[in-house]
């Protein structure tokens, strides 16, 4: 599984012209399920999304997580986060998993996410639906978390 983190003052959802969720702030965390992931990507990443210290301290150091300064995360499926474009103009998503395997881990994901930040401080898109996702990154702060099962 693989995260796209970014530090937010805020971020917000719509879908279909009305406004579903938006964050104060928090972590905007675009989602992507690999083929292959399993149960145990979905909490690890979850956790180190959680454990991320980005979030300045009284000298600007990023030593707080998202955690610590009790934010809110705003989660969206974003399967194009495994896209290839090694080859032709026009990028492959070969690497994602299928819809069904993606849903269930996102929804896993964020379910491991409530528990480590609070059933009330995550929030989230619909998954497979076109979204229009707003966001004031705060820094820019922008990192990639990649779960263990990407690196074997």
């Known amino acids: ?15 279909g012209g009305k406004t579903h969720n938006h ?20 909490e690890y990443l979850a956790r180190r999304c959680a454990d ?13 997580s ?11 499926s974003q399967f194009t986060l495994y896209a290839d474009t090694r080859k032709g103009n026009r990028p492959s998503f070969s690497e994602s998993a299928s819809p069904e395997d993606g849903e269930r881990l996102y929804n896993l994901f964020v379910r491991h996410l409530r528990i480590h930040l609070g059933e009330s401080k995550v929030c989230t898109g619909v998954f497979g639906t076109m979204m ?21």
């Open 1 to 15: 599984m693989r995260a796209l983190i970014q530090r937010a003052k805020q971020a917000s959802v719509t879908i």
């Open 23 to 42: 964050i104060g702030s928090g972590l905007l965390i675009l989602l992507a399920v690999r083929k292959g992931d399993a149960e145990e990507d979905a």
């Open 52 to 64: 991320a210290r980005i979030f300045g301290d009284d000298q600007g150091k990023m030593n707080h």
């Open 66 to 76: 998202v955690k610590n300064i009790h934010g809110s995360a705003l989660v969206i």
């Open 132 to 152: 229009d996702v707003g966001l004031i990154n705060d820094g820019p702060v922008t990192i990639m978390i990649d779960s263990k099962s990407s690196y074997s």
